[in-house]
């Protein structure tokens, strides 16, 4: 069957007590497979059957059936939220001034129907949302926030407490007020980091002319300029020009970083000083800025165990803490006796302190937040249960090349002979490797002009397949390569090849550089720990999550990187499958195991592991595709970071739930003594949903501090 996605806002979405109204309109209807809802943004996805159903059919069920108007949105509204304007505030005002001018008539001693009157017209201005969606709740059987408020203002009318029922309305009106208001804050946030693409560029013509089109119409191999302070508008290679370009937006490094001729650049990010001309690899839709969005936007539709966890609660709580409160209105009175008036007030009481509204929307609203704090650190995390398996980690394994290591050789040992310097014999070779491809050759000849060589120009350049290659510097020919071909050339002494099998039986690789004549030097390299990569590890052991390596490099390689970064007991030789099979027994002795590597390479051990990890997002679609959690900027540093984000979010979850059930729980023991009123109840439900919130948002805070920094080397 093929499947179709469309996209509904529903006005009235900002709070996850509203998605079962819409689960309820939808249920039943042919052809849908799959429902997605996202309370911060208003919006619902939905997959269907488009030969059965289209998208106008789907919003006018859900309007029909939840009473909340739902439209058909695209992708490019999503982001945005639902629109909040003054008007929204009016009933609330309204409400507002109605009840302070019932309690100064009520002070100052006035004929009771005047200040009867105001609170009248309180409970009708906050009645004009709650009133229509607790009649919608009734005839749908569920006992929501709504209709526990309407029952709530009704009971107070009943008992002839007309301040208590306009004080109900008033300030239900202003938490749900409120709370959007907040709601929005964490909305803003995740559409800062989404809408960050220029709408239109300036396209070269092959004739050199520039004309400026819309982004979006830029095909891959079509070339655009951008200017000095501009937004890159495509993802793509730079053909001309140099500058630095802030990439924070995108992986969060803090530092712009230098592209010149060769480089990739990606859309959104913002150039520097220059002006760039560049070629697009990819089309807007599918640019990195472009995928992040859609991840963005999926992990805000899932939901972490914590939270599905809350809902099973409080799916339960609610019916427990009406059928008390029934209870309590009608029990006591049978058989204690008393005034059912006085019974009557405390039930009214336990039902709004039945609505679980605090406990339900504290953790989705803590979890966006999370996520989009990390985000914008350039650590992509595509849903809540990677985030919240994340600070449960007990061991993280490391791939080692590309990982743990710089995935590139380096020069670690230059030995030269025949009294040469070690300097000239590194000049010769890096201008064989500067003429060659091989990335032996592209090292050396790096890591001359690393130290400020003059490095000269190579003639005559030939390879050699398996041997090296030869070329003429100045006025000698040389020779870069094994040890295999200076043995069949004759210029291999018995000091030099005794030396020389030493080095290769090191760690790395080594090569020889000769002259027509004589043997001139040897030079090792080997691929090198990140810098970074140590105090990462380190870090990670005082946070109580243990480094482990697997690598299917030989063990001496393996067991000299792992002494050098203090990780005790590699395992090494690993094929991709023993990697799997190693996270597999790691998970089930040292508990929850994490993997980072990148992304394909590591395919089964990252599907074995609680939370795949993939290094330098920025530059691979497939990681961006495979992993759970992505790191934009290929930096270690953010690893350290994020279990200690994630436990701050699973902290801060705690403490709502904490917060919310504690004060309901004492206005429930007041309830029983007759000492809880309404105001207190509403204070215990809706003040404490607005408390949990704020201190939900805290966490997009948690994305500012030590940033990411990475720098393109200038050689």
Known sequence: MAQARCTLRVHGLDCPGEVPAIRAALDGVSGISELGFDPIHGTVTIAFDPGRIDPPLLARRVTEGSGMRADVVGDDEVAAGPKRSLARWMPTLGSGLAVALGSILSWLDTPPWAAKSAFALAIAFGGLELVPRAIRGLRQMRLDIHVLMALAVAGALVLNQWDEAAAVAFLFSLSEALEALSLDRARRAVRSLLEITPETAERIEPNGHVHQVPASSILVGQRVRVRAGERVTVDGRVVAGRSSVDQKMITG????????????????????????????????????????????????????????????????????????????????????????????????????????????????????????????????????????????????AFDKTGTLTRGEPDVIEVVAADGREDGELLRIAAALGDRGGHVLGRAIARHARRLALDVPEAHDYRAVPGLGATGRVETTEYHIGSHRY????????????????????????????????????????????????????????????????????????????????????????????????????????????????????????????????????????????????????????????????????????????????????????????GLANLWMAIAADLGVSLVVVANALRLLRAGEGRAITRRKSTA
Request: hydrophobic share 55%.
């Open 253 to 396: 490094e803090s530092i712009p970083v230098l592209r010149e001729e060769g480089d990739e650049v990606f859309a959104g990010t913002v150039n520097g000083e220059g002006a760039l001309d560049i070629e697009a690899t990819r089309p807007l839709g599918d640019a990195v800025v472009s995928r992040i969005a859609e991840r963005v936007r999926a992990a805000q539709k899932g939901r972490a165990p914590v939270e599905r966890s809350i809902e099973r609660f409080a799916a339960i709580y609610t019916p427990a803490v009406v059928v008390l409160a029934l209870l309590v209105m009608i029990v006591p009175p049978l058989i204690v006796g008393g005034s059912w008036a006085a019974w009557f007030a405390k039930g009214l009481v336990l039902l709004v302190i039945a609505c679980p509204c605090a406990l339900v929307i504290a953790t989705p609203v803590a979890v966006v937040s999370a996520l989009a704090s990390a985000a914008r650190r350039g650590i992509l995390i595509k849903g809540g249960q990677f985030l919240e398996e994340f600070g449960r980690l007990r061991v993280l």
């Open 486 to 673: 200076i043995d069949e050339s004759g210029l291999c002494p018995p000091e030099f090849h005794a030396s020389f099998l030493r080095a290769e039986g090191a760690i790395g690789t080594s090569v020889a550089l000769t002259s027509s004549a004589n043997a001139l030097g040897w030079i090792r390299l080997a691929d090198r720990p990140r810098p970074e990569a140590a105090a990462v590890l380190a870090e990670l052991k005082a946070l109580r999550v243990e480094p482990i390596m697997l690598t299917g490099d030989n063990g001496p390689t393996a067991a000299a990187i792992a002494r050098e970064l203090g990780i005790a007991a590699p395992q090494s030789d690993l094929l991709p499958a023993d990697k799997a099979e190693a996270i597999a027994v790691l998970n089930a002795q040292r508990g929850p195991t994490g993997m980072v590597g990148d992304g394909v390479n590591d395919a089964p051990a990252l599907a074995a592991a609680r939370v795949s990890v993939a290094m330098g997002g920025i530059g691979s679609g497939a990681a961006l595709e495979t992993a759970d959690v992505v790191l934009m900027a290929d930096d270690l540093t953010a690893l350290p970071w994020l279990v200690r984000h994630s436990r701050r979010t699973l902290a801060v979850i705690r403490q709502n739930i904490v917060l919310a059930i504690s004060a309901k729980a004492v206005v429930l023991f007041l309830a029983f003594f």
